[in-house]
């Protein structure tokens, strides 16, 4: 029968816990930074079940932050994607620039090795299937546009193969080697021609453009807080500081750029409509905490000064 590997965090002195699930994730998965979130203490289990390609592993958890960072390190142990199914609680994933969300039953896939982010703001549990990088390309050559794509659990063949992964995972210790091995052929199967399916890369656009109307419902109601920055607004979204960049990268913008454009119409806008409120005084309603930086700004912005504009509308 397949033998089962448990890892476990309560097997670690707690102190150490953290520092164990960093070497732990390391060994069996991929180099990253681990980080419990205040909201509960700091638990992680992992069956782990390997055949001669394939490896799949049962997993539950508290609250975690899980990040591999866009810094040289040494070799990942295991040159692998990995598609991770959530059986509950919630699961966000980026990876090349796109945040997936799923909901228990559905499926995602990611590149072990690249930088990627994963936060689980409370309980979870989820199912993984690591899939050596060689054959996965030979069978999905486009899998690297499909990191952090949402494959729905409820229909289709993304229903198919999560079903075949739980019940694979059910039933992975009853399974002799060749057995293990032979299932965890169709699985990868059913996995490649599950990110075959059209509809979430065609939603993939509007899924952004959603987002990037939200993230600017959100700019609009901070523009006088001087605080506004891409730190402020990641934090508060729950989107990192290079996604928000990244969705104005079709308007040829930066977020920053974005704020300091949308400040400068809102300033231009009240110091044409209000001849006697002074100028200073609507730079620093509209978020400006250096004149000097406003002054120059203005003008690069609209051709003219703040006060040649005022006195051009009137």
Known sequence: ?????????????????????????????????????????????????????????????????IEKPNRPSLPDSHDVYLAAVLLSG??????????????????????????????????????IVSLPRATTRAFSPEVDRCAALRVAGAAGVGAMAVSYIRSFAAHAGELTGESFDAMA??????????????????????????????????IESRLGDPRLDPTMAAQTLGLSSRYLNSLFEAE??????????????????????DACAPIGELAYRW?????????????????QSASEARVGSN
């Open 90 to 127: 919630e699961y966000f994933l980026e990876q090349d620039g796109r945040q997936v969300s799923l909901k228990p039953g559905d499926m995602t896939i990611y590149d072990a090795t690249r930088p990627h982010k994963i936060h689980c703001p409370g309980k979870f549990s989820k199912l």
């Open 1 to 65: 029968m397949t033998q089962a590997q448990i890892l476990s965090t309560e097997h670690a002195p707690p102190k150490r816990r953290r520092e164990w699930l960093c070497e732990v994730i390391g060994r069996e998965y991929a180099r990253v930074d681990v980080r419990p979130l205040p909201a509960q203490r700091l638990f992680n289990e992992m069956t782990i079940y390997s055949g001669k390609d394939v490896r799949l592993s049962s997993i539950r958890s508290n609250a975690i932050l």
């Open 287 to 303: 978020g400006f905490s250096d004149l000097s930086h406003f002054s120059r700004a203005f003008r690069r912005r609209f051709g």
């Open 185 to 218: 052929s169709h699985c990868a199967d059913l996995i490649a021609l599950s990110l075959l399916e059209p509809s979430e890369h065609h939603r993939i656009d509007r899924g952004r453009e959603a987002t990037l109307r939200r993230v600017k419902r959100f």
């Open 252 to 273: 040829g913008l930066s977020l920053m750029r974005y704020v300091w454009a949308r400040r400068l119409e809102n300033c231009r806008r009240d110091l044409c409509a």
